[in-house]
């Protein structure tokens, strides 16, 4: 007796992208990978590479994942970079966490950000830091304010 089909969508919509997920699915004979690498120390290019591979797998609308990008970009990465904090793990000091917070500026005169602005890069953020915290990689999620 033959089974149910199964649709699963591949997380994009580039064919030769898909094609390659697909690709991976038949060789693995199911839809996640069985020896997944583990990442028990990551940095924050491999965090937020991983996060953004999870933002695209649940399919979230491109303006979202945008918004995600510019977070990074222009807000975690150069504290980061300005800190240098290399590893994801260091979020786990409130202080830190704090002047990170305290150190986003307006990309175009350096200005602080607007409530409304500043308000939705810290939803983005506590998105990050709670996926941080569900994949184990931070003890314990602060609540930035």
């Known amino acids: 007796m033959l089974g149910r089909i199964q649709r699963e969508g591949t997380g994009t919509n580039d064919w030769s992208e898909a094609e390659h997920v697909k690709a ?3 060789t693995w004979g199911q839809f996640t990978d069985p020896n997944p690498k583990m990442i028990v120390n990551p940095t924050m290019d ?3 590479s991983k996060f ?3 933002i695209a797998f649940k399919n979230l609308e ?3 994942r945008q918004d995600f990008d510019q977070f990074f ?3 975690m990465l150069p504290f980061c970079s300005a800190q240098k904090v ?3 793990r260091f979020f786990d000091d409130a202080p830190l966490v704090r002047d990170c917070i305290n ?4 990309a175009k005169d350096g200005k602080p950000l607007a409530a409304d602005t500043k308000r939705a890069e810290l939803e983005r953020f506590r998105t990050f830091l709670s996926w941080s915290v569900a994949n ?3 003890k314990d999620l602060r609540s930035p304010t």
């Open 62 to 64: 491109a303006s979202t």
């Open 52 to 54: 953004k591979e999870h």
């Open 103 to 106: 150190s986003w500026r307006r």
């Open 86 to 88: 290399k590893e994801l």
């Open 136 to 138: 184990e990689w931070l």
């Open 73 to 75: 970009r222009l807000r």
């Open 46 to 48: 491999e965090a937020v």
């Open 24 to 26: 991976q699915w038949e």
